[in-house]
Structures are given as C-alpha cells and as structure tokens.
C-alpha cells in the first residue's frame, strides 16, 4: 500500500527503486499517476541541477520526478561522489545559482515540485529572500526525540510542508539509535493501545501534520507500520511525548571542518537549531 518512495542520487538505490516502479507500471499494479517519487540533488551537482535531475531520471527509467531536494545546504566539487566528502571536495555555498537551477527543472517539467532538505529556520528565511518559487517541502529529522517545533513553525508559516525523515530514530542505520523505539514512555503508549512502538512514533509523526519517510528492508515491519493509520492518541500522551528530553542523531558532522567546508562547527550547520 505504500505510495510515496523515497530516493537521492548518493544513496544509489535510483536504478533499483526505478527498475521496480516502472515493473509495477507496466504490470498494471499502481498507474504513474498513483505514486510519489522524490529524489535529491547531491552537493556535487550543484552547479547544474538540470544535468543532475537528468542523470537521475535516465537511472530511474523515468520521465520525470514528483519531487526534487536540495539534499544538503553544501555544494561540492562536480568530481565529488561520496557520501563523507574529503576536505578538498568543498566548494562555498551559492544557494542562489543551485536554486535558480532547481526552478529551471521545474520549468522544463522534469519534477512536479521543489524543496530543500536539511534547512534550518534561518536558512529557510534566507531562500525564500530570493526564491521564485518557494520550497514545496523541507524534510529533515524528526521524531518524538527530535521534534523541530521551531522549524515546523517557520515552515507553516510560508505554507512549506514538513517531512519526517528516520520517524524511529534511524534504527538500523549505521548512524542511527534505538532511543526513539526504546523509550520507556514511546514503549508504555504502545502497550496501552497494543500497539508497536514505531506505530506510536509514527503516529506522533502525522499528527504534527507531517509526512513520515519510513525505512524497512522487513516485509512484516512494512505492513505493521501501516497500522500506524489505525492508531488514536490522546491529547495527553501527545503532550507527555512533547515533554521528552530531545537529542538530534544525524547531526551531520560529515560536512563540517575548520579549513573548506562553510560550516566551521556544527551549530554553523544548524544555525544553533541543535
């Protein structure tokens, strides 16, 4: 039932998630029409987010995308393919020129919207200064112990929509936690409802008005976050969740250093929403 798929050029999972869509196409499953595919401009194609897009769409077997990110706010050199870019791979930040390009590919119909992805509030103001067009979406991390409310209140006020990537907390990923699931209140609402606690944290996720972006390689854990939908809680336990102590978990140290990179620390990266 799943609807929504999520992709970005350093991931390298294009090719795969491309191959399997256009098979559900043709085999008459879903209809183009039916489902949402995001991908995302890596920092080394910030020069031209035309010919990155097109890449992209040439890996997916695709004719266009529903929706395409600003992965990072950090642009790198055109050679620059990895996932931890090396000191010498930076290159100072146009945000204006890459957004210029992100609004050409939506000209020319190779997505249905733009957006950015790991804004802060701050950097959010400073694109929409000179945006055509705003933003369609930001999606960042959150999650009951990562809650944004300051940046889903920037968000909502420039009608920006916010989407939830690692809604658990990222278990399973290399740098992610099992604090979210874990918890013991995130584990006491689950058993109230017998309920699992990635459907609480999902639950959270959606009634703060937001997408929810979930990962899952198990068959059984994909159909059981469904049931998220099938979940009702209260105003209390939502409010006991706003009260949890909060700790960001990609805090993308990756892109920071003292000599190339812009952000010299990491409260630079997050304008100090950390």
């Known amino acids: 039932g799943y609807r929504l798929f999520d992709t970005a050029k350093i991931y390298g999972s294009e090719p795969a998630v491309g191959k399997a869509l256009t098979d559900a196409i043709h085999d008459g499953t879903v209809d183009r029409g039916d489902i949402f595919v995001t991908s995302k401009l890596w920092g080394s194609d910030h020069h031209d987010p035309v010919s990155g897009l097109k890449q992209t ?6 004719e266009y995308v529903d929706m395409y ?3 990072w706010p950090v642009k790198l050199k ?14 100072p930040l146009d945000l204006e020129s890459t957004w210029a390009g992100m609004e050409k590919c939506l000209d020319m119909g190779l997505c249905r919207c733009i957006g950015v992805s790991n804004f802060s509030s701050k950097k959010i103001q400073r694109l ?16 009951p112990m990562w809650r944004q409310s300051k940046l889903r209140e920037t968000c909502a006020d420039h009608k920006i929509h916010v989407s939830a990537y690692s809604p658990l907390g990222g278990p399973g990923n290399a740098w992610g936690s099992t604090a979210v699931v874990d918890h013991p209140l995130i584990q006491s609402i689950a058993l109230k409802h017998r309920a699992t606690p990635a459907q609480v944290a999902l639950k959270w996720g959606l009634s703060k008005g937001s997408s929810v972006i979930v990962k899952s390689f198990n068959h059984d854990r994909m159909k059981e976050n469904m049931g998220c939908f099938d979940l009702k ?5 939502l409010l006991a969740i706003d009260k949890l ?7 993308g140290e990756f892109l920071v250093n003292e000599t190339t990179s812009p952000y010299r620390t990491i409260h630079d990266l997050w304008d100090d929403e950390i």
């Open 57 to 62: 769409l040439r890996k997916m077997g695709m």
């Open 69 to 71: 990110l600003v992965h």
């Open 128 to 143: 929409l200064d000179f945006a055509s067009v705003p933003p369609a979406v930001n999606q960042v991390e959150m999650h």
């Open 245 to 251: 102590e909060e700790r960001k978990i990609m805090r």
């Open 78 to 91: 055109p050679w620059a393919c990895d996932a931890v870019p090396k000191e010498e791979d930076f290159e």
């Open 233 to 237: 809680l209260n105003d209390q336990e």
